[in-house]
């Protein structure tokens, strides 16, 4: 598979590029210029096939000359020591559980799998590679979790103003590690504005091999597809209708995920794409201009996103293939009340606890299921993508007792100082990345 920019058809670039130089120089993002069929491969595994076997089975066929089979194996143990679970509910509804991973969200996999491929392309270029994120409350953790100790590979991690918790001084390079936390006295956008910023200073990304870790490489959100596809490889022999997903959206790169599954040959009727009340892109996939709105707080913080970073991603689907896109993917809007009556009722009904995000994807899931035109006809499974325990007082409120907090995300609640405070300015951040070695 080779890739391009949503700007121009061409130049044409190899997965291994868009990994190690993830953003193109016209300003776009990477986006599959061709389709890879894989029906070959998962319709014939089975509910018993493991996460890794699948994952480790379709990655050298979808990124054939960029990964043979040893390294697809290579990647997926060094990556995977977790795996979604899928919990069929009733008739019409399953839930895709992605919160299994060490921070308790589904970003988990992507960064995992993004991980262990940028050390098997250091071990194989012999070029250290630096990976800049951007982080809000446990993202950060996350990236440390999957780039510690990785070989050749630095993890810078960029947090706005605020408390930075969950990381562990032990893994910084100020105690012989690999993990660099700098704070930004700014916003989050200052700190993915200085990513790019960072990247797009060509000097200086090529003498630190400098990509980034977010949803703007390629390489952290293509491998998101593959839980689609074990979730339709786990439920394929008992469905009885068609089948749907109901995803969270805010920054819209699950949505994406799922239309690359569907794109690389897996059968579906639709997608959910469920929001909160911050629906303005709600507009856009019903085929009007999007007109992006002030963001309203909600109890689905996730979701409060008023310009989705994924945007020209989504928009290049659409422009491919318009009429097709507007008849699968379905926006929904659901507000705070419906989400907290939604987790009290899924946990009387099917003891089963849900986070506020994975909540409003669950109710717009069952408001299709009972709409006249679907009505009796899908089979919809629910994305989980966050632990309950991440919005404990909220949840612990709707089921009416008190949830208990794994320890493992219990100390993600640790604050940790940064190992440098700086201004939201490009030579700042240069200076201080360039002091780590």
Partial sequence: MQFRSTKSQNPLSSFKDIVLHCLPRDGGLYVPAQTVDMR????????????????AATVPALLQGDLNPLAANRIMQSAFDFEPELQQLDGELSL?????GPTGVFKDFGVAFLAAVLEELVKENSRPVTVLSASRGNMGVSMAHAFRERHGIFSVILYPSGP????????????????????????????QRLIVEVINDRPFAERYGVTSAN??????LLPQCFYYLYAFMKIKEAL???LVFSVPCGNFGNLIAGLYAWKFGMPVKGYIAAMNVNNAFGEFIRGKRFVPRPVIATNSP??????????????AFYEEAPAVMRNMVYPASIGDERTFITINRVYRKYGVVLDPH?????????DLAASQEFAGH????????????KRAALVSRAIGKTIEIPPRLARLQRQTDPIAIIKPELEALEGAIASCF
């Fill in 215 to 220: 949803a703007i490489n390629l390489g952290r």
């Fill in 358 to 366: 994975s909540a409003v994807a669950f109710t717009a899931a069952e």
């Fill in 164 to 191: 930075i918790r969950g990381l562990d001084s032990s893994t910084f390079v100020t105690s012989g590690g690999n993990i660099i936390p700098i704070q930004i006295t700014g916003t989050i956008d200052d700190c």
């Fill in 96 to 100: 895709l559980t992605l919160h299994n």
């Fill in 40 to 55: 070959q491969y998962f319709l014939h595994m089975d509910a018993k096939t493991t996460y890794p076997e699948m994952v």
């Fill in 378 to 389: 899908v089979h919809t499974v629910v994305l989980v993508t966050g632990h309950p325990a």
């Fill in 240 to 242: 009885r209708g068609d």
């Fill in 302 to 315: 996730a979701l409060d996103i008023g310009f989705p970073s994924n945007y020209e991603r989504l928009a």
